[in-house]
């Protein structure tokens, strides 16, 4: 009985040491290739290039983190990840007791879908939303445009991680 408390006890301690991560992630092997474009920008207003920002977040997602190729077009791609930035918002977060703000807050949403070429249902549709605050009081364009990449790099994170979860 000793022996078996202190196998259960092991097992549970050492189950705690590993960590989860879809880096090397299995791809089913008839894929290869993504085409990302670029997703328009139908928000109005936000820091520039921010359709550029999103595709090299994506890009740096599943092109440095799996095996996949990254195509030209859709025709030379097995999956294809489009959509478009639907809004982007900086808004006061909090406030002094001036009633002045010290921080902002940039959320940005982003509807996507992706799509194996070989299928004629997307995988997914889906909205996907990130955010991040910055100091007012700082360096202000410099603080939105951190903020901006910080929200980004969360949708292409969800957008990775919904893409992969069925892999």
């Known amino acids: 009985m000793q022996s078996l ?53 994506l890009v740096d997602r599943f092109i440095n983190q799996t095996k996949l190729q990254l195509a ?16 982007y ?3 006061a977060f909090s ?3 001036e009633q002045q703000t010290s921080r902002n807050e940039v ?22 939303s990130g955010a991040a605050t910055y100091d007012t009081n700082e360096d202000p364009i410099k603080g939105e445009s951190n903020a901006a990449d910080e929200a980004l790099a969360q949708v292409a994170n969800n957008m990775f991680n919904d893409a992969v979860s069925g892999w």
């Open 5 to 57: 408390i202190v196998l259960l006890f092991i097992s549970v301690a050492l189950s705690g040491c590993f960590k989860y991560s879809f880096t090397g992630t299995s791809i089913p092997e008839d894929v290869n290739s993504i085409y990302i474009p670029f997703f328009a920008d139908q928000s109005s207003g936000g820091v520039s290039n921010l359709s550029n920002r999103l595709n090299e977040a």
């Open 72 to 87: 030209n077009n859709r025709n030379g791609a097995d999956a294809v990840l489009e959509g478009s930035i639907r809004t």
């Open 89 to 91: 918002a900086n808004q």
């Open 95 to 97: 406030l002094t007791g």
């Open 107 to 128: 959320t940005i949403r982003v509807q996507a879908t992706f799509q194996y070429t070989d299928k004629e249902q997307a995988e997914w549709s889906s909205s996907f």
